[in-house]
């Protein structure tokens, strides 16, 4: 991809929060000093009026769209909507992405160092909230001297923090548009990532969260923990359209218990490429910010009280991790406020996955409504 | 235009918050937008027109208006309005009612089923009426209700529901041209569009139009 290896972007580190300043999380626990790694893509106008902040889902990172080098053979996560000419056209906006604290590609978390003991927090890593990755957020746009947002963007656990921006810094947010995403993590959203948690603890490397020092990793639970994941990503009906019943390099049933169905080896896959990647402790944590999240623990019942900010809503139709239906829990919500909102619930059969692929849907209207945001003056 | 959201869009207030259920691509809001500089707003269950409104810079939900009217605060509106519909809707009581809580004015129009060529296709032909305004067969019509410009003045009056200005047009459904009607209306209009409100300060006058 030659045009997104033009895009060249540096990842950068912010540090803050040393003691005896430091962040006081929504638990009560103090964390300091705190590292957020985040990329910045196009250039902030002389007005500081084009600043569009993009929140990354469960397992993401700040390397949202470009490449590290001109030989990268690997753009960012969602370099299909943000870039030059693109739905998030970087020529036009300021785009910013952080690492989420509590993750592992550069911010605080689990497996950064704690300065009380010169050894990796494991679980002695307080618990974060999706408040507290926002309050995060809120520090580096301070240190970056941006105290108004044109937008904020994100789809999944982005788009909790998303909503919980709206929530907590009205005034700072001139627009939003989460995708695929809840106003609360349900039971079944719950009972999932529980699931998850469960595969990494019963891994006998992952020795109570202190492996980092061990040599061996949780790897075979945390890839497990993925390949969970990774079906509530998909829908009934794209497995059928991708796997369907198909055998991998046999035309009959083989008998044991290796890979037999596509499906099977598609999951393994997934898994083993996961672990190269993340860190197990990470996931327990992040999965947690995630079923702890309650939109009605930041905004009151009535909402968004003195906010401004108009929303685009978007959910999926195959999507059964968020389905629609919670979508439109936030969209009542969201019009008792008496505030702006577009809701669009686009036909896919990709599930919950769908707000990460090529859809020429999502992109123009992500497009058409920050350009309509940006033309009305931010 | 159609020639009957021109009416309409002449009655709206410049500057006002209008909300317009089952907008389709927002051609009237978009025109109120851009030459009443209105806020607008517009509720459509198409997931393809919805996406052409929020490409044209429009607020628009995608939705069933039946449900999506019961979540705004009383008074959100100045306008809300629901043009050539009101004969699909399966209990207009119940959301004309919703429409008249959110919306300090409502806009409805509808055909016109005392139209002289559906009352003579009655009378002489003797079948379920069909014309270019209401094309289908009795089987497969979505519009389940008969209305005529009387019947909805009575509607009204027996509901408590002021009639703030009234218009009989004779237009084809989709046209842009059209001509109001002033002589014999309920007998020569296609279409009748009404402003209605819930205080009555125009109860007992003759109609407007």
Redesign the interface.
């Known amino acids: 991809m030659p045009e997104a290896c033009a895009n060249l972007v540096v990842k950068r580190f912010f540090t803050f929060a040393g003691p005896p300043h430091e962040l006081i999380l929504e638990s009560g626990e103090r964390l300091g000093p705190v590292t957020v790694a985040y990329e910045t893509i196009g250039a902030l106008s002389p007005k500081r009026d084009n600043a569009v902040l993009v929140v990354h889902a469960l397992t993401g990172d700040s390397h949202v769209a470009g490449c590290y080098t001109a030989e990268d053979s690997r753009p960012g996560w969602w370099d299909i909507m943000v870039g030059p000419g693109k739905a998030i056209d970087t020529g036009r906006y300021f785009v910013i992405c952080a690492n989420v604290l509590g993750g592992c590609m550069g911010s605080t978390g689990p497996s950064s160092l704690n300065p009380a003991t010169g050894r990796p927090y494991g679980l002695d890593f307080p618990l974060v909230t999706i408040g507290d990755m926002v309050t995060v957020q809120k520090a580096l746009l301070d240190h970056l001297g941006i105290s108004r947002l044109l937008a904020v963007v994100g789809g999944s656990v982005g788009g909790m923090q998303v909503l919980t921006w709206c929530a907590r810094y009205p005034e700072m947010v001139r627009a939003a548009i989460p995708l695929a995403t809840t106003p609360r993590h349900s039971a079944q959203a719950i009972a999932f990532n529980e699931v998850a948690r469960q595969a990494i603890m019963a891994d006998p490397h992952w020795r109570g969260g202190h492996y980092y020092e061990a040599g061996a990793k949780p790897d075979l639970g945390l890839a497990v923990a993925r390949m969970i994941g990774h079906i509530t990503y998909l829908s009934n009906e794209s497995m059928r359209r991708k796997f369907g019943r198909q055998l991998k390099s046999r035309d009959a049933l083989s008998f044991h218990f290796d890979a037999g169905f596509e499906v099977e080896s598609y999951l393994r896959y997934q898994g083993n490429k996961f672990v190269e990647r993340f860190d197990a402790n990470s996931f327990l944590y992040l999965t947690k910010a995630a079923d702890y999240f309650d939109l009605d623990d930041y905004a009151s019942d009535d909402g968004f009280e003195g906010a401004e900010t108009?929303f685009?809503v978007v959910a999926f139709t195959s999507d059964w991790l968020y389905p629609t239906e919670q979508s439109?829990t936030l969209?009542?919500q969201l019009?008792?406020s008496?505030l702006?909102?577009?809701?669009?619930?686009?036909?896919s059969d990709w599930g919950h996955d769908a707000f990460l692929l090529p859809s020429e849907?999502l992109h123009?209207?992500v497009?058409?409504?920050l350009?309509?945001i940006h033309?009305e003056g931010g | 235009m159609r020639f009957d959201l021109k009416i309409i869009a002449s009655w709206i207030e410049p500057g006002s918050r209008v909300l317009d259920l089952g907008c389709g691509e927002g051609e009237l809001l978009r025109y109120l937008k851009e030459h009443k500089g209105v806020k607008a707003t517009g509720i459509e269950k198409d997931e393809a027109e919805v996406a052409v409104c929020i490409s044209r810079g429009l607020s628009v939900l995608q939705g069933d208006f039946n449900q999506e009217v019961a979540d705004y605060q009383p008074a959100s509106f100045d306008y809300v309005i629901l043009s050539q519909t009101l004969q699909q809707v399966y209990e207009p009581v119940t959301l004309i009612n919703a429409l008249l809580a959110i919306g300090k004015k409502v806009i409805v129009s509808f055909p016109n089923f005392s139209y002289w060529r559906i009352r003579l296709h009655l009378l002489f032909a003797g079948c379920a009426p069909k014309s270019k305004e209401l094309p289908y067969e009795w089987y497969n019509t979505p519009n389940i209700r008969v209305i005529t410009m009387k019947d909805f003045r009575n509607f009204a009056r027996d509901n408590g529901i002021a009639i703030l200005r009234e218009a009989a047009i004779n237009t084809h459904r989709q046209q842009a041209t059209g001509h109001l009607v002033h002589f014999l209306p309920d007998l020569r209009a296609t279409y009748g569009i009404f402003l209605i409100g819930r205080t009555s300060p125009f109860r007992g006058r003759p109609p407007a139009g």
């Not at chain 1, 702006?340 to 036909?347: H, K, L, M, N, Q």
């Open positions: 108009s685009l439109r969209v009542r019009k008792r008496g702006d909102v577009s809701f669009c619930e686009i036909e849907r123009n209207l497009a058409a409504f350009d309509r033309r």
